[in-house]
C-alpha cells in the first residue's frame, strides 16, 4: 500500500487473495488494512493537505499529473494483462474504457485545466448601506477526499477520480475494491517512484473488509467522499456522512432504456441490445430495457435473439476474441441467477440462457440471457441486475416509449435511435438522465460530465462539473470602489 509516501504492508502483518474471476485461481497476495492503516492514511492526507503547499502550487500539480501520466503509459501493456486477470474483462475491452480510455485523457485534460480554469473571479463593485466594496470570488480545494472505487472498471474510475482531485490541489485516500486491488497498487507504486508527488498527497489503502472504507466516511478529517458503486452502498455513505455534513460525490447504478423508434433500421440496430453482455454486463451505464415498438415487436425480438445467441464468451485470459468473461464473484454470480428466477416467476418470457454454462466449469460465468415480454414493473425491469440479462418491453408509441423509460428509479444513461435525428433528440431530451446516445454517439471523455439523476447519484465525474465539484467557493469583500 501507500501511506503518507512509504510503500507499506498492513500493520497487522496480515493479507488477502487477489482471485482470478475466470479460473478461480488466487494471483497473489494483497495487503489487507484495518481500521488503523486507514486511520493513518487519513492522517497523513491532512498533514500533506494542511502542511504542504500542494493546494496553492499549481505549477507543481500540473507537472507531477503529467509524470504519473507517464509513469502509467509506460506500464500499459502490463496494466492491460493486470486487468483481464483481475477484473475478468475481455481483452476488447482494456482497448477502451478499461485501459486506453482512461490513459489517454483523465490525467491530461485535468492538468491542462489548472491553467484554463477560472480559479478567481471579480463581482461588480457593491454599494450596500453607503459602503463601497470590491468582491471577488475565489475557487479552493475542498482538503482532503475519500475514494472508494468499485471492481468493475476500476482504473478507468480511479484515474477519472484522481485527474480532478489532484488538479483541484486536494489530497485523497483511494480505497480499491476488494475483488481487483491490483491495479491500485501499482498505481502508488507509481505515485512513489515515478513522480514528485510530495508525502501524503495520494495514499492508496487495500483491505479485504468493506467497513474499513467506511472510516473515511466516519472521519471527520476527511472533507468529502467521493463513491462510484452501488445505490444502497451510496446511501449508507449519506447516512454515515451526515454526523460530519460530509460533501459527497455519488455515481450509483442505473437501469438505462434503448428506445428503438418504429422507423429505425432494425437490422443494423436491434442485434446491439446483445452489448449488455460486454464485460459480463457489468457496467451501470449499460443499456439493459429494450423498448421496441408493438407494431415491429416480433421482428425485433427474432433479431435480438440471433445476437444474444452469438455472443463470444469464456475465459479472457486465454481468448482473445470473447465478447463476455466472467462476472466477479460467485456472490455476484448467485445475485444474478437469483434475479434471473425471480423475472421467471413474475412471468417474463425467458428465449435464451438463465444459467451457468456447462462447458465452464470453473470461473463465475452466467449465460447471456434475454428475457422478452416484459412489464416495466416486473423487478429485472426496475432493480440493477449487474449481469449479462436483457430485458425486452413492448411500447405503444413514442409518449409511452418516454413514460416506460422514466419509471424507473434510476436515471443514469440510455439511447434512442431513429432514421429521424430530431426525433430521436426530442425523445433523448425527455428522458430523465445524465448521459443519453443518440443513434449510437458516444459521450464519454475526460471532458464530458458523467453521473444520473433520481437514484443514479449526486453531482458528475468528468468534464467542468466533475473538476468544480472538488472545490469550495469563497467571496472576498475589500473596502472602496
Known sequence: MLIGGDL???????????????????????????AEDMRAAIGAARRAFDETDWSTNHSLRQRCLEQLHEALDSEREEIREE??????????????AQVDWPLTDALTWPAKMIDEFPWERSLPDSDMMGM??????????????????????????????????????????IKPAPD????????????????????????????????????????????LISFTGSTATGKRIMEKGAATLKRVFLELGGKSAMIVCDDADFASIVPGGAMVCVHAGQGCA?????????????????????????????????????????????????????YIAKGQEEGAKLVFGGGRPSHLPKGYFVEPTLFVDVDNSMTI???EIFGPVLCVIPYEDDDDAVRIANESAYGLSGGVYSTSEERATGIARRIRTGSIGV?????????????????????RQCGIEGFEQYLETKAIAWPGG
Open 83 to 96: 486487468i483481464i486477470a483481475e477484473v475478468g474483462s475481455p481483452r476488447m475491452m482494456t482497448f477502451a
Open 180 to 223: 481487483t486491488p491490483w491495479n491500485a497498487t501499482r498505481l502508488g507504486r507509481l505515485v512513489a517512484e515515478k513522480t514528485d508527488i510530495p508525502a501524503g498527497v495520494v495514499n492508496v489503502v487495500t483491505s479485504s473488509d468493506h467497513l474499513v472504507g467506511e472510516e473515511l466516511t466516519l472521519s471527520p478529517e476527511v472533507d
Open 132 to 173: 463601497a466594496s470590491r468582491r471577488a470570488v475565489y475557487k479552493e480545494p475542498m482538503g482532503v477526499v475519500g475514494a472508494i472505487i468499485p471492481w468493475n472498471y476500476p482504473v478507468e474510475v480511479t484515474l477519472n477520480k484522481l485527474g480532478p482531485i489532484l488538479a483541484t490541489g486536494n489530497t485523497v485516500i
Open 381 to 383: 425491469a426496475q432493480e
Open 8 to 34: 507499506v504492508e498492513a500493520a497487522s502483518g496480515k493479507t488477502f487473495d487477489n482471485i482470478n474471476p475466470a479460473t478461480e485461481e488466487v494471483l497473489g497476495p494483497v495487503a489487507d488494512a484495518s
Open 286 to 338: 449499460m443499456q439493459t430495457r429494450m423498448l421496441l415498438p408493438r407494431s415491429r415487436y416480433e421482428e425485433g425480438v427474432e433479431l435480438v435473439t440471433a445476437a444474444m445467441a452469438g455472443v463470444p464468451y469464456g475465459d479472457p485470459g486465454t481468448d482473445d476474441g470473447v465478447l463476455m468473461g466472467p462476472v466477479i464473484s460467485a456472490r455476484q454470480r448467485d445475485r444474478i441467477l437469483g
Open 439 to 459: 443513434n449510437g454517439g458516444l459521450w464519454y471523455g475526460a471532458d464530458s460530465p458523467y453521473g444520473g439523476y433520481k437514484a443514479s447519484g449526486i453531482g
